[in-house]
């Protein structure tokens, strides 16, 4: 147990707070193997049907730990602890057949950013801003940065970041379709825990395999993705929360998803 990250499940949300509130939730080695930790137990444990990951204090998460850095201590080698610690928590989020949902309480530098940026919903405080810090102190952004920003908002706008680390306020990250939207910094909470608690209760299995299916379309062809389609239909249409849904529908009531 790590009190460097906050866990908890209630309602089939499991919240996973970043805990190094005085160093912005930069990631040490000890932060990073004890979100890995919150992350796999959200794959294992059929309890948990969504994650909401957030940050204690003013920041989100200011990315790498630099003071582990420090160049008088000699050259780390920087491949190793992106295939070591950020590239596994990348695939885990990515890989989660469930809803992870990232709130964004405050600045969010480096591979901060790019891991909010990695989560399937993520919904910033207003006063929230967006740094790609790596071009200030000579790295490439990471966290599979220069794999979704220029997804999510074209290349022109992704170059321009990365290469300038300028600060992106929360509501032009919404504008551009980086983020999903900007609540009031004393709302962002309660907005985000509603809107967990909400997928948490809903049809797990189809809502994984949308996620799925949504991701797998950035490197299929359209005639793949229909293929993906019909055979993620076939095995949601099995499902008991489908049964249940229908049922619900045709019964005028509300649907009781077993994540099943
Ligand atoms: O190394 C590898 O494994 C490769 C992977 C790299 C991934 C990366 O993320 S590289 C990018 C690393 N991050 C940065 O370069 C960001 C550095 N931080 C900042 O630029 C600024 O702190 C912020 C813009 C994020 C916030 O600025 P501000 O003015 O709101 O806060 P502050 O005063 O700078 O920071 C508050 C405290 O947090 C301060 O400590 P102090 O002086 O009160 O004792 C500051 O030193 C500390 N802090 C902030 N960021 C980091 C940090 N300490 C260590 N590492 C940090 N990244």
């Known amino acids: 147990e790590s009190d460097t990250i906050l866990s908890a499940l209630a309602d089939g949300v499991l919240s996973l707070t970043l805990n190094r509130p005085d160093k912005l939730n930069s990631f040490n080695e000890e932060m990073h193997l004890a979100l890995r930790a919150g992350f796999e137990r959200a794959h294992?444990?059929?309890?948990?049907?969504a994650v909401l990951l957030t940050g204690a204090g003013r920041g989100f998460s200011a990315g790498q730990d630099l003071g582990?850095?420090?160049?008088?201590?000699?050259?780390?080698?920087?491949?190793?602890t992106i295939e070591t610690f950020y590239n596994p928590l990348l695939r885990l989020i990515r890989s989660l057949e469930k809803p992870v949902i990232c709130a964004v309480n405050g600045v969010a530098a480096g591979a901060g950013a790019n891991i909010a940026f990695a989560c399937d919903i993520t919904i910033a405080a207003r006063s929230a801003r967006f740094i790609q810090a790596f071009?200030?102190?000579?790295?490439?952004?990471?966290?599979?940065?220069?794999?979704?920003l220029p997804r999510l908002i074209g290349e022109a706008r992704a170059k321009a970041l990365a290469l300038t680390a300028e600060p992106l306020d929360a509501e032009t990250a919404a504008s551009w379709g980086l983020i999903w939207r900007v609540v009031d910094d004393d709302t962002l909470m309660e907005e985000a825990n509603t809107l967990a608690t909400r997928l948490a209760a809903g049809p797990t299995r189809g809502l994984g395999m949308t996620k799925r299916a949504i991701q797998t379309a950035a490197t299929n062809s359209l005639?793949?993705?229909?293929?993906?389609?019909?055979?993620?239909?076939r095995e949601a249409g099995r499902s008991a929360d489908y049964a249940e849904g229908v049922s619900a529908f045709l019964e005028k009531r509300k649907p009781e998803f077993k994540g099943k």
């Open 135 to 148: 071009a200030k102190i000579g790295l490439v952004p990471d966290s599979g940065g220069t794999w979704n």
């Open 44 to 49: 294992q444990d059929a309890d948990v049907r």
């Open 68 to 80: 582990d850095r420090d160049p008088r201590k000699g050259t780390p080698d920087l491949g190793h």
């Open 223 to 233: 005639d793949q993705q229909l293929d993906l389609e019909r055979d993620l239909q």
